[in-house]
C-alpha cells in the first residue's frame, strides 16, 4: 500500500532564512511522482514543484526545491529566502504509475514565517 | 480558459437530503478526481475517473457515487448526506501525459 507521512504539523521559519519540510513516502511501485502543494489560508491548492523517480536530478523551481533520497524514500521540500506570503499549510503527495494514477497525500505541515 | 472549476462553492445540507457537486474543466484532460479535505487528515481520494465514461474508486467512496458523461464534466453524488461527509470537496484534472493535477477552488459542504 502506498502511503505519505509528514511528521511535522506545524513549523516556524524567520523571514528570509530557509525551511526544510519533511516527507516520506511508501510505494511498490516502481515508478511514480512525488509532488508538493501549498494551500494558503484563501483554501486553493497550488502547485509548487514535482520530482518524476527516475530524474537523477533533484527538481527546483524558483525558491522551491525538493530534497529527493531515493533509498531513503524522502522527498524534503526546501523554501529559500522565505517570505511572508509563504506562510500556508503544505501538502506533500504521491502519484503511483499502477492502479489508475491515483494520487495520495500526507496529513500537511503548516508554516508560519515570522516577520 | 477557465481551468477547474466547482458548482457550488458553498451548501448547507439537512441529513438524508441529496445533491451533485459539479466539477468542469476546460483543457480536455483525461483524467478527473474528487477529493474530501477534513481539518488535519490532508485530502483523500473519493473516486476518479480515467476517461469519459469511466469511473472507479477511491481510498474513502462510501456514500458517493459519480459520473463522467462527458469528457469535461466529472459529478459527484450523495443520495443521503450525513453529517459525517461534512467536509471540503476539491475536484482535480490532469492530462494522461503530465504529471501535474490542476484543482477546482473547493466546495464547502455542511451536513447538519
Known amino acids: 500500500a502506498q502511503k505519505i507521512t509528514q511528521t511535522q504539523p506545524g513549523m516556524f521559519v524567520q523571514e528570509k532564512e530557509a525551511v526544510t519540510l519533511d516527507c516520506t513516502y511508501d510505494?511498490?511501485?516502481?515508478?511514480?511522482?512525488l509532488f508538493w502543494y501549498k494551500q494558503p489560508s484563501s483554501g486553493e491548492m497550488i502547485f509548487l514543484i514535482y520530482q518524476g523517480s527516475y530524474d537523477e536530478q533533484n527538481a527546483t523551481e524558483g525558491r522551491y526545491s525538493l530534497n529527493f533520497q531515493k533509498a531513503r524514500k524522502s522527498a524534503n521540500l526546501v523554501i529559500s529566502a522565505s517570505q511572508l506570503g509563504d506562510s500556508a499549510m503544505y501538502f506533500c503527495?504521491?502519484?503511483?504509475?499502477?492502479?489508475?494514477?491515483?494520487?495520495?497525500f500526507g496529513a500537511g505541515t503548516r508554516l508560519f514565517v515570522k516577520a | 480558459n477557465a481551468g477547474v472549476t466547482q458548482t457550488p462553492k458553498f451548501r448547507v445540507l439537512k441529513t438524508g437530503q441529496s445533491m451533485t457537486l459539479l466539477c468542469a474543466q476546460d483543457?480536455?484532460?483525461?483524467?478527473m478526481y474528487w477529493y474530501r479535505q477534513d481539518p488535519g487528515m490532508g485530502l483523500r481520494l473519493i473516486h476518479y475517473s480515467v476517461g469519459e465514461g469511466t469511473t472507479a474508486k477511491g481510498e474513502v467512496p462510501d456514500g458517493y457515487n459519480v459520473s463522467r458523461l462527458k469528457k469535461q464534466n466529472f459529478l459527484l453524488g450523495l443520495e443521503s448526506a450525513a453529517p459525517s461527509q461534512t467536509s471540503v470537496y476539491f475536484c482535480?484534472?490532469?492530462?494522461?501525459?503530465?504529471?501535474?493535477?490542476?484543482f477546482g477552488p473547493g466546495t464547502r459542504l455542511t451536513v447538519l
Open positions: 510505494t511498490s511501485d516502481q515508478s511514480y511522482g
Open positions: 482535480a484534472s490532469r492530462g494522461s501525459s503530465a504529471d501535474t493535477q490542476y
Open positions: 483543457m480536455n484532460h483525461e483524467y
Open positions: 503527495a504521491m502519484r503511483g504509475d499502477t492502479g489508475g494514477f491515483k494520487t495520495i
